[in-house]
């Protein structure tokens, strides 16, 4: 065997962390990684956000190159702003042709309120307490993420998929003026007590939740759907009495919230429907004035993208949502998406289906599909290393074209976030 031959034998030796550096990882309790996972990536969106902050020019919220946190405080954070300093409306603004116009009781009240005490007890301004709160309810929810995760998957999975959860094209809600952290955190907690079957405490944040992000209805669905399922699986797995009264107050708890912030708007401004027709006044740039028939405005938002946006036939678009549909349910079905657990499936459905019936399909719809984070879990369980550094690589491409596309603002802008 000559030299040459002998080095071509030798492999180079994989560099591996050192036995103390290992211990020190394990070591470390699992909030601390998550918390880690969390900074790191807020660290990352924040250097996103003053690049794009830069070169952002004069716009309705903002002169040009604005700070950090008067960046973070554009589109809605103004309307929650207005919340939190001048409250609701009585009288609802009316166009010149009798129509409701944009007004703030399409904003619910928890977040600003949660808000306006911080800025109470710190004396901060709206801008800075605004972010504080929105990037402490996110931590908080990472936290519990992650726990939801670990009750059903390995713990290197659940890790990996809170880091997918951290990195998120929309994870930038959790440091700008939006309700979503606060609402998220709510929403895992809630899923996280309803897998471990603690239903009395779910009352606290199935109600906050109600109040904070408009889908207490789906978060009703979900629970009924758990209680019926429970009650066809009791034989083999006990559905006390006390869990069934437990149980079915939660879920008309959940209804009777998530009616109630409508039946308000109503009562305070004296048109039955004030809040229906201040949600669909963001629509109207798109279809017009039109009434909220359920499961209709998928349909709407495929006639308008495909006939009037793009110029094809309106056909194209309808088969598309039939596809993306038909694509989305054989999903559920999948081995990765079952191990999640009946619960959390229960949860992506009935939400799918509030979405389906309510909402128009535009340039929020990524932030709007955030409450469906459990799937990150389906998304986390292969273990290769090469793609799930594929993976958070994409969901950080993701987040740039997210954050280029429909936070920075460009003259006229028709893609809100």
């Given at each position: 065997?000559?030299?040459?031959?002998?080095?071509?034998?030798?492999?180079?030796?994989?560099?591996?962390?050192?036995?103390?550096?290992?211990?020190?990882?394990?070591?470390?309790?699992?909030?601390?990684?998550?918390?880690?996972?969390?900074?790191?990536?807020?660290?990352?969106?924040?250097?996103?956000?003053?690049?794009?902050?830069?070169?952002?020019?004069?716009?309705?919220?903002?002169?040009?190159?604005?700070?950090?946190?008067?960046?973070?405080?554009?589109?809605?954070?103004?309307?929650?702003?207005?919340?939190?300093?001048?409250?609701?409306?009585?009288?609802?603004?009316?166009?010149?042709?009798?129509?409701?116009?944009?007004?703030?009781?399409?904003?619910?009240?928890?977040?600003?309120?949660?808000?306006?005490?911080?800025?109470?007890?710190?004396?901060?301004?709206?801008?800075?307490?605004?972010?504080?709160?929105?990037?402490?309810?996110?931590?908080?929810?990472?936290?519990?993420?992650?726990?939801?995760?670990?009750?059903?998957?390995?713990?290197?999975?659940?890790?990996?998929?809170?880091?997918?959860?951290?990195?998120?094209?929309?994870?930038?809600?959790?440091?700008?003026?939006?309700?979503?952290?606060?609402?998220?955190?709510?929403?895992?907690?809630?899923?996280?007590?309803?897998?471990?079957?603690?239903?009395?405490?779910?009352?606290?944040?199935?109600?906050?939740?109600?109040?904070?992000?408009?889908?207490?209805?789906?978060?009703?669905?979900?629970?009924?759907?758990?209680?019926?399922?429970?009650?066809?699986?009791?034989?083999?797995?006990?559905?006390?009495?006390?869990?069934?009264?437990?149980?079915?107050?939660?879920?008309?708890?959940?209804?009777?919230?998530?009616?109630?912030?409508?039946?308000?708007?109503?009562?305070?401004?004296?048109?039955?429907?004030?809040?229906?027709?201040?949600?669909?006044?963001?629509?109207?740039?798109?279809?017009?004035?039109?009434?909220?028939?359920?499961?209709?405005?998928?349909?709407?938002?495929?006639?308008?993208?495909?006939?009037?946006?793009?110029?094809?036939?309106?056909?194209?678009?309808?088969?598309?949502?039939?596809?993306?549909?038909?694509?989305?349910?054989?999903?559920?079905?999948?081995?990765?998406?079952?191990?999640?657990?009946?619960?959390?499936?229960?949860?992506?459905?009935?939400?799918?289906?509030?979405?389906?019936?309510?909402?128009?399909?535009?340039?929020?719809?990524?932030?709007?599909?955030?409450?469906?984070?459990?799937?990150?879990g389906a998304l986390a369980q292969p273990k290769s290393k090469a793609y799930r550094i594929g993976m958070v690589l994409l969901f950080?491409?993701?987040?740039?074209?997210?954050?280029?596309?429909?936070?920075?603002?460009?003259?006229?802008?028709?893609?809100?976030?």
């Open positions: 065997m000559t030299a040459t031959d002998s080095a071509a034998t030798v492999r180079p030796r994989r560099r591996r962390l050192s036995p103390g550096i290992r211990l020190h990882y394990r070591l470390v309790p699992w909030w601390g990684k998550v918390t880690v996972v969390y900074l790191l990536a807020r660290v990352i969106t924040t250097v996103m956000m003053l690049v794009l902050a830069s070169v952002q020019g004069a716009n309705p919220w903002t002169g040009a190159h604005p700070d950090y946190f008067s960046f973070a405080n554009i589109w809605d954070g103004r309307w929650y702003q207005i919340v939190a300093e001048s409250g609701y409306p009585r009288t609802l603004p009316l166009g010149d042709d009798g129509t409701v116009q944009q007004n703030a009781w399409a904003f619910l009240p928890a977040y600003p309120v949660v808000v306006r005490f911080v800025m109470t007890i710190t004396f901060l301004p709206w801008e800075v307490a605004a972010v504080f709160v929105s990037f402490a309810f996110g931590l908080a929810a990472a936290l519990v993420f992650y726990r939801m995760m670990a009750s059903r998957l390995a713990w290197s999975t659940s890790l990996f998929a809170t880091v997918l959860f951290c990195v998120g094209p929309t994870s930038p809600m959790f440091q700008v003026a939006y309700a979503e952290s606060m609402y998220l955190f709510l929403l895992m907690l809630a899923l996280y007590l309803m897998m471990k079957r603690r239903y009395w405490w779910m009352l606290i944040p199935v109600v906050i939740m109600a109040f904070t992000r408009p889908s207490g209805l789906a978060f009703a669905l979900a629970m009924g759907l758990h209680v019926v399922y429970r009650w066809f699986v009791r034989k083999r797995d006990g559905f006390s009495v006390r869990e069934l009264v437990a149980s079915i107050t939660v879920t008309v708890v959940a209804l009777v919230a998530g009616l109630a912030w409508p039946a308000i708007a109503g009562w305070v401004t004296g048109v039955p429907d004030a809040y229906t027709a201040t949600e669909l006044t963001w629509r109207a740039d798109y279809i017009g004035r039109v009434h909220l028939v359920p499961f209709t405005p998928w349909f709407q938002g495929a006639q308008w993208w495909f006939g009037q946006f793009l110029q094809v036939s309106p056909w194209l678009g309808y088969i598309t949502l039939v596809v993306v549909l038909a694509l989305f349910a054989i999903w559920m079905f999948s081995p990765a998406v079952r191990r999640l657990g009946v619960d959390l499936r229960l949860w992506v459905v009935s939400y799918a289906l509030y979405l389906l019936a309510v909402f128009f399909p535009q340039s929020s719809t990524f932030r709007i599909l955030a409450p469906m984070a459990p799937l990150a950080l491409a993701l987040q740039w074209g997210w954050l280029l596309i429909c936070w920075g603002v460009d003259g006229y802008d028709w893609s809100p976030p």
